[in-house]
């Protein structure tokens, strides 16, 4: 058998290596800033007191407890009605005892009706059960409201970003290469 000389290809692959950093990205997101203010509503009442008026000048009138100038002209208008009683009276007496003749004692009868008889002024009032005047006016409430309010103050904050780059190293580690090895050729022939 005859060997037919062969000729040796090697090849050779290239390699790549390849170094890569991810890229990082942090963020952060502060919280918004929130302020709130709140005032409060106000309420004002104010309330007077109400007015209370009493006339009891007809009830003091009516105890004798009254004005003096009211009591000496009420003596006045009564001294002429007591002076008639009087007059009246003394006529009754007289005629009492000018009539002797119907029998009894009218001296004695006079005497006596002299004894237990009074002369009375009505210098006072008439006594009544409304103779107190009672007047009160109220007074209506002052009421104020101040309204109140709250107030929202909102600030947005801005998110924080920081990034960093990745990083991307493309190298060879192998080039690529192709041997050929030639046969041994014997030259004797």
């Known amino acids: ?15 790549l290596g390849i170094d ?22 106000k309420l004002q009442i104010e309330s007077p007191r109400g007015d209370l008026q009493i006339d009891q000048s007809k009830a003091w009138d009516a105890l004798n407890r ?4 009211e009591t000496m002209n009420r003596i006045y208008s009564e001294a002429k009605n007591v002076a ?6 003394i006529v009754e007496q007289g005629n009492r005892l000018g009539n002797i003749a119907a029998g009894g004692n009218p001296i004695a009868d006079n005497a006596q009706q002299l004894f237990f008889e009074r002369f009375e002024f009505n210098f006072v009032g008439p ?14 409430p002052r009421i104020e409201v101040t309204d109140g309010l709250v107030e929202v103050n909102v600030q947005v904050n801005r998110p924080e970003l920081n990034v ?5 190293d493309i190298y060879m580690l192998q080039y690529p290469k192709v041997e050929i090895t030639p046969p041994q050729i014997d030259l004797k022939i």
């Open 1 to 15: 058998m005859v060997s037919f000389p062969s000729i040796s290809i090697h090849q050779q692959f290239a390699q």
């Open 20 to 41: 890569a950093d991810h890229a990082t990205l942090e963020q952060k997101q502060p919280k918004a800033t929130y302020e709130m203010k709140r005032v409060p509503p």
């Open 66 to 69: 009254g004005g003096h100038l």
């Open 84 to 89: 008639l009683q009087g007059i009246a009276r």
């Open 127 to 140: 006594a009544a059960y409304d103779n107190v005047d009672i007047h009160y006016t109220a007074n209506k």
């Open 164 to 168: 960093s780059r990745g990083k991307l």
